[in-house]
């Protein structure tokens, strides 16, 4: 189909349809950006957390897995399952800026969990962790150190943890 | 006009940057932690059939031997074999010598780790697989820890097992 304009009257709507235009973008314009002003602004308050969308992860390697782990706004706690075959010896756990560097000596049989080991890290981290965890331990078979790298996503929780059993030096649950 | 048009054409490619730039800061993220795991999740393949199958030529007899073939992935760095065994004080001490039959001082209880390195030196990570009463030696060079599809030999040497690369 051929829609024939008049060369006149096309001139003359030329001129109303950038006024209509900016017209538009001035009306939706402050629109769209009143939006964005208030999502930006609901972010930043924690009322609306776009990092709740995200879950929480701790992923090590398949043969030593995070079992479950807790933070509480300073202090982390973990358990680990061991998924070798052979016995660990666990004696470091660090978390990005938060390096405890104590001897923990957690031993952990092969296919068994860890007891609770918590790492103290004060207000490092505030809300949330996105960071690599590095574990180092022992396997008693070979007398030999090794370390292990994952990753470590959460955020804190409201909870309190229980300072009977945060003396990760004792031993563990078989 | 033009002002307007690139006025238009700022705000309509700027509100997609905005939109576009965090959604692959997210999906870069996640994707390199997948790789990670994907990669883990082949390397604990790849040592298991090494040391499976180190365990079937060595109980096989001397000069038994298999051909393995895998894709080694691009995170390795290294891959070392460490032995031990009791000495008479009940010590675990190093074996450095496994050609030498049950080296001096060694009671028994042998056992040996495959080790595969990867990461960096700020953040070293290990993969470690051990296989007990078996003596194990690697000599595999550079080309065979490097990513891709790469072909070993276990050789059983009657006393002990050695890892070697294999060019067909």
Redesign the interface.
Known sequence: MTILLDQGRLSKFKGKKGQAALEFLMTYGWAILIVIGVISALAYTGILDFGTLIPDECSLTPGLQCYDFTYNGDRIGFVFENRENFDVKITNVAVGGCDPDEIINVNVPKGSTSSEIYIDCGVIFGDKINDVIIITYEIPKTGRPHSVRGTLRTRAENIEIDTEEEDAGDEVVP | ?KG?VS??YL?VVG?AFLLIIPAIA?FFSAST?AT??VN??RL?QIGNLIMTESDRIYYAGGNSKVTLEFNMPDQVNDVEI?C?GRDGSG???EIEDVTIDLPVGITGDV?C?L?FK??DEV??????F?K?DILMKEELGEEYISAGLKQIQIISKGDYVLIQGYQS
Request: aromatic residues 12%; negative net charge.
């Open positions: 006009m307007q006025f238009e705000m509100f997210i932690a990670e795991q883990y999740g604990e460490y031990a010590d675990m001490v056992a780790e080790v990867t990461g953040n070293p990570s290990e993969m470690v051990i007990d």
